[in-house]
């Protein structure tokens, strides 16, 4: 007997759309999912494994629902003056989205995001029953302010996507322009900034609006910067009352116990952790002279990775580094492709394979 997707009582809105699915291959060079190249040390494997056979010996009980000692870590590490009250944490920044769709959004209400941006927004979006807005972003993948305004004027969504630095163009969004998108959305406005730590100077972060805006959410993760993405922690910044708001819709004790000692001694290691940070924002800004001097199109990155182009079948070329054992991304407009920032071998490997596809070399 032949059952499908189709024979099941799925929702009429999901019938046909598509899960996330960036590719997981086994090749030497991966460069598709902005992760950070270097792993922890044994050092520091040696302390989480510690924390987490610790963690171990009260595995009968629940772990703490309000995960105290890690937003108060979380609360530290922002600084801004930021309090524990106004921290969330939960198992990556996705599920801090979805809490936060769960809450805000729903069925007959509107979340509007500036597209290109992250592909999970629109997918958690919908995955909760809002109607999802994409708003065009400028040719230099800018968020066009006075379009965003009119959008917001129309639209009067609950919620407001920033991501700031955009994933999958590098953008980082000027604070005024955050800040009047903040002064005329009648709703939440979601700062994602997943790669906040990778900004050029100059940037600053959305966490300075929060005192004077109760309904900005600054929405940060560890799975970039602090290089963490297995173990699954995200968090936000907000005013307390929004908070609140999530702890209506989260699930009891979502964050296990192993997940908050690690990423409580993750924080405690902060400095070696974010370490790499500067050689990676290096090695990013080496990787784009180094592309425009080339001849490729490249937009400004202040993220760790390099959004590129044009090309006229970017899946050729996407297959051709693949063939040399390059995983990068097909994603973004068309015609262009992303490659994550890695280690500085990986990143000669992904540049030799590029002269090679691109038949430059
Ligand atoms: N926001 C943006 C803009 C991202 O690019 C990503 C990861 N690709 C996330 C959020 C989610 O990351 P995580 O769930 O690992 O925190």
Excluded: C
């Amino acid at each position: 007997m032949s059952f499908t997707l189709n024979d099941l009582p799925l929702r009429d809105d999901l019938r046909g759309s598509s899960p996330y699915g960036a590719p997981q291959l086994d090749v030497p060079v991966v460069l598709n999912t902005n992760e950070n190249p270097h792993a922890p040390s044994p050092e520091l494997a040696k302390a989480l494994a510690d924390a987490v056979s610790d963690a171990a010996l009260t595995l009968n009980r629940y772990p703490d629902r309000d995960a105290l000692a890690l937003r108060g870590a979380l609360a530290d590490y922002l600084g801004h003056g930021v309090t524990t009250d106004q921290v969330w944490a939960a198992n990556g920044s996705n599920e801090i989205l979805q809490q936060i769709l769960q809450a805000f959004g729903g069925p007959g209400r509107v979340a509007l995001g500036f597209e290109p941006s992250y592909s999970m927004h629109p997918i958690i979006t919908r995955g909760t029953n809002t109607e999802w807005v994409a708003v065009p972003r400028g040719d230099d993948f800018a968020v066009d302010t006075d379009a965003a305004l009119a959008a917001i004027a129309e639209h009067r969504p609950s919620v407001v996507f920033l991501t700031s630095p955009n994933n999958p163009t590098g953008t980082a969004l000027d604070l005024d322009d955050v800040r009047r998108i903040a002064e005329a959305a009648p709703g939440v406005v979601v700062v994602d900034e997943a790669y906040a730590e990778f900004r050029r100077e100059g940037t600053p972060s959305a966490l300075t609006l929060l005192e004077e805006h109760p309904r900005v959410i600054v929405s940060r993760t560890m799975s970039k910067a602090f290089a963490l993405a297995g173990a699954r922690v995200g968090y936000l910044a907000a005013h307390p009352a929004v908070v609140e708001a999530l702890q209506l819709v989260r699930l009891p004790y979502h964050l296990s116990a192993v997940t908050q000692a690690v990423a409580v001694t993750a924080l405690s290691h902060a400095d070696e952790l974010l370490s790499t940070v500067a050689d990676l924002r290096a090695e990013r800004d080496g990787l784009v002279d180094w592309l425009r001097g080339e001849g490729f199109s490249v937009a400004d990155s202040d993220a760790n990775f390099v959004m590129f182009g044009l090309f006229e079948d970017r899946n050729r070329v996407w297959r051709a580094l693949l063939e040399q054992q390059v995983l990068i991304r097909e994603t973004g407009p068309d015609g262009w492709l992303r490659v994550t920032v890695g280690t500085a071998q990986e990143t000669a490997a992904f540049r030799a394979a590029l002269l090679r596809a691109t038949g430059r070399r």
